[in-house]
């Protein structure tokens, strides 16, 4: 099956969706690229002259631009208002009162105050989808507390469990609670938009770092409610199989999955290793999880007889999942991910070509859409100001009274 390729003459799943984006840095534009890629308008509200905090975040900057703000913020036009002024806070009012969706991630209560809440954007527009992302959420002890990944991270668990045994505390390498409050966010607005078209009602959506970091303890919250055992870091081992993790060969480390009988079997004869079939300590999964560290050695002794691209061949006509640990360059040469259509470049008019990650979702039907890289700061102001009903002398005096960039 050829992968989706989308055409002017296609439809786009979330052709006519229109979102007013007030968030900046992660979650709340990881959400918006979502829904702009699958075709939502995305009018992303900036203030003048520093824009979202990502634009200014790095090294690297290419043509001026941010490499963050790039990867971020690709199908969305960008308008320039300032919130400080009770123009710019007007002309965020009557952007939105079309809206089907506005989001934001602001501390709670700063909306509200600035008359920008859920409860003012719902009178005007009754159909309207409002998300919220904050640290904590809007209720509860910690709701005025500021949040940021490596806090909800560290308070979910995650950081916990994360590392090698009796290591000091690691976060996951990338913002795991930032793109997991990206992506409940938008999983929260898909739901909300299905039950509008459907009754034509709106309703207000809510998403907290620290409960989407939380929303991905399930093995280890399971152990505690049925046990009351604390899970802590295993490395790359599984927390329930074994062996599933990284071990060492001649050159390099190889991922084995093997976490059940039949590809235990089928590892232990690829690699030559009959004897360990007959060692009563690895007869099952449970006798190879109380001796995963014996068991880790035994088979080791063996792996670093060959490199990793041997074991590959080797395990793979066995038929046993294996895989390489590659690093960023290695990612993106590997014939897997190109034949995947998963490095896509688009034109930028400082930075030139740019690299974007694709689509992980693929659309048969109604497939997303790379149509432009990021915008540049408040290049979209005036176009959405005028389809808003604001004339060009307004729009002229919006800029010249500091309400608009």
């Avoid at 009563?280 to 990793?308: C, I, Q, W, Y």
């Avoid at 690299?355 to 979209?380: C, D, M, N, S, V």
């Avoid at 389809?387 to 309400?403: D, K, M, T």
């Amino acid at each position: 099956m050829e992968l989706p390729v989308h055409t002017p003459s296609m439809p786009l799943a979330l052709a006519g969706m229109k979102v007013v984006d007030c968030s900046q840095v992660l979650a709340g534009p990881f959400c918006t690229m979502l829904l702009a890629d699958m075709g939502a308008d995305v009018i992303k509200i900036e203030r003048p002259l520093r824009g979202d905090d990502t634009r200014h975040m790095g090294p690297p900057f290419v043509g001026g631009e941010s490499a963050a703000f790039l990867a971020m913020n690709r199908n969305k036009r960008s308008v320039a208002l300032n919130f400080k002024h009770e123009r710019g806070i007007e002309a965020v009012r009557r952007l939105a009162a079309d809206a089907d969706v506005v989001i934001e991630n602001y501390r709670a209560g700063t909306m509200e105050r600035l008359g920008l809440g859920y409860g003012e954007f719902s009178r005007m527009n009754p159909s309207l989808i409002y998300c919220s992302i904050s640290g904590f959420g809007r209720t509860g002890p910690y709701s005025q507390r500021a949040g940021y990944d490596l806090i909800a991270q560290g308070m979910s668990g995650l950081m916990s469990i994360t590392g090698l045994p009796d290591s000091p505390p690691v976060k996951v390498g990338v913002p795991m609670a930032d793109l997991n409050a990206g992506m409940f966010a938008t999983y929260g607005i898909l739901a909300a938009y299905i039950h509008k078209l459907k009754t034509g009602q709106g309703q207000y959506v809510e998403v907290s770092l620290l409960e989407a970091a939380l929303a991905y303890m399930v093995w280890e919250s399971g152990i505690y409610f049925t046990t009351g055992a604390v899970s802590g870091p295993l490395g790359s081992a599984h927390r329930l199989s074994a062996p599933y993790q990284s071990l060492k060969t001649k050159r390099g480390y190889i991922n084995v999955g093997a976490p059940n009988d039949a590809n235990w079997e089928r590892l232990a004869r690829a690699l030559g290793r009959d004897d360990l079939l007959l060692d009563e300590r690895f007869a099952d999964n449970a006798g190879r999880m109380a001796n995963r560290s014996e068991l880790e050695l035994e088979l080791e002794r063996t792996l670093v007889e060959r490199d990793v691209e041997d074991w590959l061949e080797l395990l793979e006509s066995a038929g046993v999942p294996a895989g390489p640990v590659l690093d960023m360059a290695q990612v993106w040469s590997n014939e897997q991910v190109k034949a995947r259509g998963m490095d896509v470049v688009l034109d930028h008019p400082s930075a030139g070509a740019v690299h974007h990650i694709g689509h992980a979702a693929k659309l048969y039907g109604t497939p997303g859409r790379f149509e432009r890289a990021a915008p540049t700061l408040g290049q979209h102001t005036g176009e959405a100001l005028e389809q808003a009903g604001y004339s060009r002398a307004e729009i002229e005096e919006l800029r010249s009274l500091g309400a608009a960039g």
